[in-house]
């Protein structure tokens, strides 16, 4: 193991185009997932659900990604990075982008009321920006990171206690509740929470673990048993949701949530199979790509008022068979997004804060 382990020496230039092609990629997937979730409760059970179930697993590893490329780069040792410009520029932007947006997506509520539902509406937001709210918690703890990120040792110890904590621990006690005493569980489980140690983890451990994979790259026999994994947790993703929901009757999310060792094992596997990628673009296509990449944010800051919109017309992923309409649906919200996030990109001051 020790000997496939490639140091972080692989040109920059290199890295940044694959963690560029990711973003694309996992702005790609966040859209799929946010059309293909449709109709997720609701329509259990059917054959359409089972159909959502695959597409939708397809697409898990979108939200983690982005929190591993903004690790790599935010952990990266070449950065310079002061506490006053972590601030004053990447703290200072999701501050901006959640206000402005949050605003947007609920004007004309906030419009209406100026006490203290506006308030609660601004800082609310809409519920895809939970991520916004949960990244700004972990920029504001970057110093805290980058000092983890120093030694090897203690970084690694970090993703240990990360995964174990914040991963395994609870996704055995939600199974550990379907197959034992539900009462000697949930003592066991409250105990268990009162020690904190899962939400001190939580998302840091991908963020953390980002840096990790792309300073430290495994070599190709530890890549092969990491796609095996990834490929093997797919599976049980969607075998085990379909097995407990037949169980309990309801559709269940225990194998699709974000911190779940499947969706984690799922997570790395595509890491790092776009780490491993040998790109050799022509100077047109990088640019594209670069491009693409910067607007990435702001297509998830505004994808879902489109589906709003269209939701509001009677139309969503169920409009038309499900198999070949969200693919279509997603490309549909995909083009008008990047449409919009490259208008607003030229304008002053909007593509700097808001975008």
């Known amino acids: 193991m020790a000997k496939e382990i490639v140091s972080s020496s692989a040109p920059q230039a290199h890295r940044a185009l694959d963690l560029d092609l990711l973003r694309v990629a996992a702005a790609v997937a966040v859209v799929w997932l946010h059309v293909s979730a449709q109709h997720f409760i609701d329509g259990y059970p059917s054959a359409q659900w089972t ?17 591993m490329i903004s690790g790599a780069l935010f952990l990266n040792a070449e950065r310079k990075l002061s506490v006053r410009r972590l601030y004053g520029r990447n703290v200072l932007r999701i501050v901006v982008a959640f206000l402005g947006w949050s605003y947007v997506y609920s004007f004309q509520r906030i419009n209406a009321d100026h006490g203290t539902l506006a308030l609660s509406l601004l800082l609310t937001g809409p519920s895809h920006f939970w991520y916004l709210k949960m990244l700004l918690g972990i920029y504001i703890a970057v110093p805290v990171f980058r000092a983890i990120a120093k030694n090897r040792a203690t970084e690694r110890y970090f993703i240990i206690v990360a995964i174990a904590c914040a991963f395994v621990v609870p996704f055995a006690f939600t199974i550990a509740k379907q197959h034992c005493d539900v009462a000697a569980v949930n003592v066991v489980k409250k105990f268990y929470d009162s020690l904190y140690i899962n939400v001190v983890a939580g998302y840091s451990g991908y963020f953390v673990l980002g840096h990790y994979l792309c300073a430290y790259r495994p070599g190709p026999c530890t890549r092969k048993i990491i796609y095996a994994g990834g490929a093997v947790a797919l599976a049980a993703v969607v075998c085990g949701t379909i097995f407990y929901s037949h ?22 596997a595509v890491y790092v199979w776009f780490g491993a990628l040998s790109l050799r673009l022509s100077e047109k296509c990088r640019r594209v790509l670069v491009q693409a990449s910067r607007l990435s944010f702001g297509v998830y800051l505004v994808h879902v008022l489109y589906i709003r919109w269209a939701v509001s017309h009677g139309i969503d992923s169920s409009w038309l068979h499900p198999a070949y309409f969200i693919p279509l649906y997603t490309l549909s919200i995909l083009a008008v997004s990047y449409f919009t996030a490259w208008v607003l990109s030229k304008i002053p001051y909007v593509n700097r804060y808001l975008l």
């Open 51 to 67: 159909l959502r179930l695959c597409y939708q697993s397809l697409v898990r590893w979108c939200v983690p990604v982005f929190l």
């Open 247 to 268: 169980r309990t009757g309801k559709a269940v999310n225990w194998f699709i949530n974000y911190l779940t060792p499947t969706t984690l094992a799922v997570s790395v």
